[in-house]
Nanobody, 119 residues
């Protein structure tokens, strides 16, 4: 089994920054794309940013230029640096990873971490 554990959420004022961390553990042979999604109350879950095992990144247009994503392949960890936060960034943020564990490639989700941007 594979587990994704997120950390780094919290309450921040508009214009502030937060860094989210997601670490994958368990029976892992290879981690492919890792990413962050978010879900605000009453809205669908949406992609925020992801990064391939080769380092290619993609971002939602709403966070382009404010958020950066990076990963440490040796630690099976992905980071989301969020700057210039605005109230519209308030949501539960979920980590997602595609992992080869044994013979099968599966997609896993973290439990979510709350990010609240408010004065």
């Amino acid at each position: 089994q594979v587990q994704l554990v997120e950390s780094g959420g919290g309450l921040v004022q508009p214009g502030g920054s937060l860094r989210l961390t997601c670490a994958a553990s368990g029976r892992i042979f290879k981690v492919y794309t890792m990413g962050w999604y978010r879900q605000a109350p009453g809205k669908q879950r949406e992609l925020v940013a992801d990064v391939s095992d080769g380092g290619s990144t993609s971002f939602a247009s709403s966070v382009q230029g404010r958020f950066t994503i990076s990963r440490d392949n040796a630690k099976n960890t992905v980071y989301l640096q969020m700057n210039s936060l605005i109230p519209e960034d308030t949501a539960v943020y979920y980590c997602k990873a595609t992992v080869l564990g044994g013979l099968l490639r599966n997609t896993y989700w973290g439990q979510g971490t709350q990010v609240t941007v408010s004065s």
